[in-house]
């Protein structure tokens, strides 16, 4: 039975509407509030007492919550099940004194940057440059048809009134070749000093053929503390490429028309490094035998030699900064038989020790009952699978408009909507609320799709747009 189904059936709409949903031998889902104290997320939550669908994680700097959209599924096949793992920074972490600043710019000069645009862009750098502390480090990477290191990595205080004059002077010609610089970028890094927050942001107007090479250069970064953002200017880049290299990257991902608002972005990468007090978080999920994974948003995904468990590489998080990650298992269990999903997740606290925290296992039963399995669902983790579902799909929309085939974008946006507003009718009020903000988003692109020609500015400003609130909710809520 399909998730669109089950939110149809008469037993579940009855019950919703006699306000009864009790999800069986499930636990309570969770919600820490800024104090720390836990407490129901919604009153359409309640469940049994045993707390055995939802594990709650902390540590130094960190918390968090691994929670099961089911505690039953029906046995004699495969049924989709999703995982949520949220972890949030501390919040009180802000008030440290924040670690000193390792940021390398990677800005495309190349000639379709000619004219305001390269010196929008050259003015938003300089800003940054002076907001630096003195003894933050800089990089500066420049790239067309190839690429030079600007400045290599040294204290702002040293440099930063050579390097002004420097990015003054820069000029735009040439082609697009953005791998190279990127991982020119990460090169610079190396010399970065020990307990410095590293950070990349790559900047262009353009596309090239190089995304593989740049997706892993982002990827292989990730895995060693290094966040990397990207941000397209104009109508003319690939937005697929670089929210690609910005997933990759565990970091963000930005779209501007014009060059003229680089500086807000280039403001809120330094806000968010500086305010960085999480390093390196990862998680390692156990799955039992007949649960294997399907997919993973939110973070890379890695299944380890030993079979059963997969590795969860999510990034770096500033102060009350959260990462979401949501799991599609498969899971084929016989009537009565139970298995647990368990693991522990593990961060480097910026400027201090490496923590871990293990994270209790929790059960899923197999049954011959439609209504067992029914009554064992939490629909605040299905709400939020559903809506990364919907931003998977939303991606696949945009591309295929991109490409010319309007009709297919119109039917993965409607397909979309209808899982959204069958949802949202049926969630708990907290969790439905942005399901209803996406769904009108989704009507809103819906209708920008339809009324303007993929290669027209609306078209392409409308799937800019798209991709980057879809890319954003995959990792975020």
């Known amino acids: 039975m399909s998730i669109r189904t089950w939110f149809r059936t008469s037993r579940v709409r009855h019950g919703l509407a006699a306000s009864a949903v009790v999800l069986a031998a499930g636990g309570l889902v969770l919600a820490r509030s800024a104090a720390g104290d836990q407490r129901a997320a919604s009153a359409f939550t309640a469940v049994a007492s045993n707390g055995s669908n939802s594990a709650s994680f902390s540590g130094p700097g960190a918390h968090g919550t691994l929670a099961l959209s089911h505690t039953k599924v029906l046995s004699g096949g495969e049924q989709r099940v999703f995982a949520e793992l949220i ?75 050579d390097l002004i004059a420097r990015v003054q002077a820069l000029e735009s010609s040439g082609g697009t ?51 990397t953002s990207s941000m397209g200017i104009g109508l003319d880049f690939d937005e697929a490429y670089m929210g690609a290299v910005a997933q990759a990257g565990r970091g963000n991902f930005a779209f501007v028309k014009d060059a003229s608002a680089l500086a807000t972005f280039l403001q809120r990468e330094l806000r968010e490094t500086a305010a960085t007090t999480i390093e390196s978080a990862s998680a390692r999920l156990t799955l039992p035998a007949g649960v294997r994974l399907v997919r993973a948003s939110g973070a890379d995904a890695r299944p380890l030699a030993s079979g059963g468990e ?22 084929s269990l016989d009537s009565d038989v139970t298995r647990a999903v368990e693991g522990q997740v593990s961060w480097s606290r910026v400027g201090g020790d490496t923590a871990q925290a293990r994270i209790a296992g929790l059960p899923l039963t197999g049954s011959t009952s439609a209504e067992a399995v029914e009554a064992g669902k939490d629909l605040a983790v299905l709400a939020d699978a559903m809506s990364v579902v919907a931003s998977r799909r939303q991606l696949e929309a945009a591309d295929a408009y991109q490409q010319g085939d309007v009709g297919r974008a119109q039917r993965l946006i409607a397909e979309s909507m209808s899982e959204l507003s069958a949802v949202a009718a049926v969630a708990p009020t907290a969790a439905a609320a942005p399901l209803q903000k996406q769904l009108m988003e989704y009507k809103a692109t819906q209708k920008e799709f339809l009324s303007a020609l993929p290669s027209s500015t609306a078209g392409k400003t409308a799937a800019k747009r798209a991709v980057e609130k879809d890319i954003s909710n995959l990792s975020r809520r």
């Open 310 to 331: 997969v590795e969860l590489a999510l990034g770096s998080l500033f102060a009350g900064d959260e990462r979401r990650v949501i799991l599609e298992l498969a899971a």
């Open 87 to 161: 972890l949030k920074a501390d919040a009180v972490e802000q008030a440290r004194e924040r670690a000193p600043l390792s940021i390398v710019i990677v800005l495309d000069t190349s000639g379709s940057m000619a004219g305001e645009k390269i010196e929008q862009a050259k003015r938003s750098a300089i800003q940054l440059l002076r907001d630096l502390r003195d003894d933050d480090e800089i990089a500066f990477v420049r790239y067309s048809s190839d690429s030079e290191l600007l400045q290599p990595l040294a204290r702002a205080g040293r440099v930063r009134a």
């Open 177 to 227: 070749n953005i791998a190279p610089a990127l991982a020119q970028g990460v090169l610079a890094l190396a010399d970065a000093g020990k307990g410095r927050v590293r950070r990349v942001i790559l900047a262009s107007d353009g596309l090239d053929g190089t995304r593989a090479q740049s997706e892993e250069v982002a990827r292989q970064s990730a895995g060693r503390g290094i966040t």
